[in-house]
């Protein structure tokens, strides 16, 4: 039996060795507590042993100092030795002298050697989980891959090159992502929590940091600093809206960042699934810089309030459901890029005297409601009225009810006229 311990004390020291995240001054301090915790337990204290580690050949060794008494005085076999004993070892031996003579751990017992490997293990654990931990806190905003292990309904295992476990949560997925197992999946380090010494690695797609890191990756001239990203808002999976600025007035931002026939900017996109992605040149002044996340749209007219940060943009009306997007996701995203609260108008020129911007019925109507009413491209009560009923509901994603009290407003104010 006690062979067979022998073997599996190596294998403790082999299976120490292979930690490359420790380091070796932590490694061989770690092993000598773990054996003077095992001795101090079996014996009451471990002050009189010295535990030498040879963490290369993977072997160690114990030695214990004893002073000599009388035989008759022994009292604590620990720490002392009769005279007697100590003379077996050398003839020239006296009381009161220090012996100190090797001893073997396996020689401690099982139950030693059981000991010992359980606070090893707890020990190595808990490095393990430290080195983890401070590994990634300073990866966090950093892209990683990782290796597809395990799909789950809520999140998704994978494994870095060296089989530490990074969690990638279905909210932090775009919602075409579709992983199988064994698949190489990029994405950004969000955060590391650390609950109970337990490290866990979030990761996302989703977040912009992502597309910032891809930016970075395939544009030469942001990850050199001659152009810097200076604003990002996204819609996982949909359309971003990027606001570049360059250093070097030589240096083009937007035709850097799309690269030749859209060499740089493909590959972003495929990464994205597909999201659309509009690059603009940022400027500080605010009106233009609207008008410039708004596009493809083309303004006539903007009305700012800076300090509610409202803008009323005025535009052709062709150009209306141009600038509010599929969904309100033009108008939408510009509105996060420029941190300002957009109002789209038709503008005045094309104007039916008659008809009354939705705006007007904030006291009649949610805004809310008026809000879903706008995302349709509606502005005013009577492009409301000239929309399908049944596309107000659904589109809109409005109640029946609701619908028809809006319609019977609109309607009677017309009539009144």
């Not at 599996?8 to 120490?16: C, G, V």
């Not at 012996?99 to 293990?121: C, H, K, M, P, Y």
């Not at 996340?293 to 009323?312: F, G, H, Q, V, Y």
């Not at 929309?387 to 609109?410: G, K, P, Q, S």
């Amino acid at each position: 039996m006690a062979k067979k311990e022998v073997i599996s004390l190596i294998d403790t020291f082999s299976e120490f060795k292979e930690l490359k995240s420790i380091d070796r001054s932590t490694m061989i301090s770690v092993l000598e507590d773990s054996f003077r915790n095992v001795i101090a337990k079996m014996f009451g204290t471990d002050e009189n042993y010295d535990v030498i580690i040879n963490p290369d050949k993977g072997d160690l060794e114990i030695w214990r100092n004893r002073t000599i008494v009388e035989d008759e005085n022994l009292e604590d076999p620990n720490i002392e030795i009769t005279l007697s004993e100590a003379k077996k070892i050398d003839e020239d031996f006296e009381v009161g002298e220090e012996v100190t003579d090797e001893v073997f751990f396996e020689d401690f017992g099982r139950r030693a050697i059981l000991n010992l490997r359980q606070t090893l293990s707890s020990k190595i654990l808990e490095l393990q989980k430290d080195s983890l931990y401070n590994k990634y806190k300073e990866k966090v905003g950093e892209i990683v891959s990782g290796e597809v292990y395990q799909i789950w309904k809520k999140e998704i295992l994978l494994l870095d090159d060296e089989k530490e476990e990074l969690l990638l949560p279905k909210t932090e997925q775009i919602p075409s992502d579709f992983f199988r197992k064994g698949e190489h999946v990029r994405a950004v380090v969000a955060r590391v929590e650390n609950k109970n010494n337990n490290p866990k690695i979030i990761l996302s797609r989703t977040s912009p940091v992502f597309l910032e890191r891809l930016f970075e990756l395939e544009v030469p001239e942001i990850n050199d600093g001659l152009i810097t990203i200076k604003n990002i808002a996204r819609i996982p999976g949909e359309r971003a809206k990027v606001a570049v600025e360059s250093y070097d007035d030589r240096i083009d931002p937007v035709g850097a960042c799309v690269g030749m026939k859209g060499s740089r900017i493909h590959g972003i996109v495929r990464e994205l699934r597909n999201e659309n992605i509009d690059i603009i040149n940022y400027t500080s002044n605010i009106s233009l810089y609207i008008q410039r996340a708004l596009s493809p749209a083309k303004i006539t007219n903007t009305k700012l309030n800076e300090e509610e940060k409202r803008a009323e943009v005025f535009l052709r009306p062709e150009e209306v459901s141009l600038a509010i997007g599929k969904g309100g996701l033009n108008i939408k995203l510009a509105g996060m890029l420029t941190g300002y609260t957009i109002d789209v108008y038709r503008d005045i020129d094309d104007f039916d005297e008659e008809d009354i911007y939705l705006d007007e019925f904030r006291d009649e109507i949610d805004g809310w409601v008026i809000d879903q009413l706008k995302s349709l491209g509606c502005v005013t009560a009577k492009n409301v009225l000239s929309v399908d009923r049944d596309r107000l509901i659904n589109e809109a994603d409005l109640e029946e009810n609701t619908v028809d009290e809006i319609l019977a407003i609109f309607r009677a104010e017309f009539e009144e006229e």
